[in-house]
């Protein structure tokens, strides 16, 4: 019997020796579950940006429509008022933005789908003075964006502490313009001064990507590239009894920016 009992443990030895030597083998035949990011991404978390915006304002259907006194002969020699095209412009703006965000991440592994929301206050400004004509009028202008504001998707890739993303979604912004003008030619004015502006808030598409880096525990550094384009928008500017200006325009902005955040 004691024979018996001997054997029978051997053999459970030899088992459990030879079980355990396939065992690193049947992992690496995908047995076991995929591996996941080592870093947790999941959760909210916030954080400040600042950086660098450029782009474009473009303007068409340039006009104003005015009785006379626009153009330096009294109000009402045009009854009805009279409307006089101009030309297109486009003129390249630039500046600095500095602001904040906060935001919501879902992790499924190394994948890692969230929302953002961010503003920004920025020094974007382009200003101009031309001649309507050699006998004028005399233009003056000037366009300030002082602040713009996303909500946006991100869909991004997990490399540990370093995720890859790509955001999409709406953008905001308010612009303020001023128009000034001044009859007569360059130099040798025929009325007085006119001045008006125009305050709009405009809407449109906002889409980029970036890097996000857990560089200590809960500490995110960021790097970040985005797109607002707010379509096109008519602007119309009120000189009173004198009479009024449009014009159409377009203001895609490019800003990269650089930011730090917390993840609670």
Request: net charge positive.
């Amino acid at each position: 019997m004691k024979r018996l009992f001997f054997a029978l443990a051997m053999m459970a030895a030899t088992f459990t020796s030879a079980l355990a030597a396939d065992l690193p083998a049947a992992i690496s035949n995908g047995y076991s579950a995929q591996p996941v990011a080592v870093y947790n991404w999941q959760g909210v978390y916030a954080g400040l940006t600042g950086g660098g915006a450029w782009g474009d304002i473009n303007t068409t259907a340039n006009s104003i429509t005015t009785s006379g006194a626009l153009v330096g002969i009294p109000g009402g020699a045009f009854n009805p008022a009279s409307t006089f095209r101009g030309a297109n412009s486009s003129a390249s703006v630039s500046g600095g933005t500095v602001g904040g965000f906060v935001g919501y991440n879902y992790q499924l592994g190394r994948l890692v789908l969230g929302v953002e929301s961010d503003a920004a206050w920025t020094s974007i400004k382009t200003s101009s003075a031309f001649s309507g004509s050699p006998l004028g009028p005399q233009y003056t202008t000037s366009t300030k964006a002082d602040m713009f504001g996303t909500v946006r998707g991100r869909v991004g890739y997990a490399f540990d502490n370093v995720l890859v993303y790509g955001t999409g979604g709406l953008a905001y912004g308010h612009f303020k313009s001023n128009l000034g003008i001044l009859p007569g030619p360059k130099g040798a004015p025929t009325g007085p001064q006119y001045a008006a502006s125009d305050d709009a808030w405009l809407t449109g598409a906002a889409y980029g990507g970036g890097l996000d880096w857990q560089f200590a525990p809960n500490w995110i550094a960021r790097i970040e590239y985005m797109r607002l384009d707010f379509g096109k928008s008519g602007h119309n500017f009120n000189f009173g009894a004198a009479g009024t200006a449009h014009a159409d325009a377009t203001a895609p902005m490019n800003i990269v920016r650089a930011g730090i955040g917390y993840k609670f």
